[in-house]
């Protein structure tokens, strides 16, 4: 794991998502559709880039899971399930994809680990 610099990193890409996000025309017209009820403790929902959109849940308890045409596909981008905190409220906070996910295959996991401390640590997806 690498601290040093993947924090500027992941500041840097959150900071760019944020600056992205509040440039977009707003929706007048906004809408809820369930997802899915599957999910035990989801904190956050990451996207690759269109063509191949693909949505990744974090869970809290430590699992990314992957989404596609609104179905959990069963596949795992990460599984850090015992490798988080068990007793605090939050163990895996975060995840943010490169921009270049979909080449790269990198990605960063914000999380508490068992000893507790606060954790940014980079991981590579599998090629599937």
């Known amino acids: ?11 840097a890409c959150l900071l760019t998502f944020s600056a992205a996000q509040s440039s977009a025309q707003p929706n007048t017209a906004t809408s809820a ?6 999910l035990e403790h989801p904190v956050a929902i990451v996207t690759t880039a269109a063509p191949k959109q693909t949505l990744y849940i974090v869970d809290r308890d430590g699992s990314v899971l992957e989404m596609r045409d609104r179905r959990l596909t069963g596949a795992e981008l990460l599984d850090l399930s015992g490798s988080v905190h068990r007793t605090q409220r939050h ?7 490169r921009p270049d996910f979909t080449v790269s295959r990198l990605f960063y996991a914000y999380y508490n680990d068992v000893q507790g ?12």
Do not use: H
């Not at 163990?91 to 994809?97: E, F, K, N, Y």
């Not at 401390?117 to 599937?128: G, H, M």
């Open 117 to 128: 401390d606060a954790i940014v640590a980079q991981f590579k997806a599998n090629p599937d």
């Open 91 to 97: 163990r895996l906070m975060a995840v943010a994809l």
């Open 1 to 11: 794991m690498v601290r040093a610099g993947v924090n500027a990193t992941l500041l």
């Open 33 to 38: 559709r369930l997802v899915s009820d599957d």
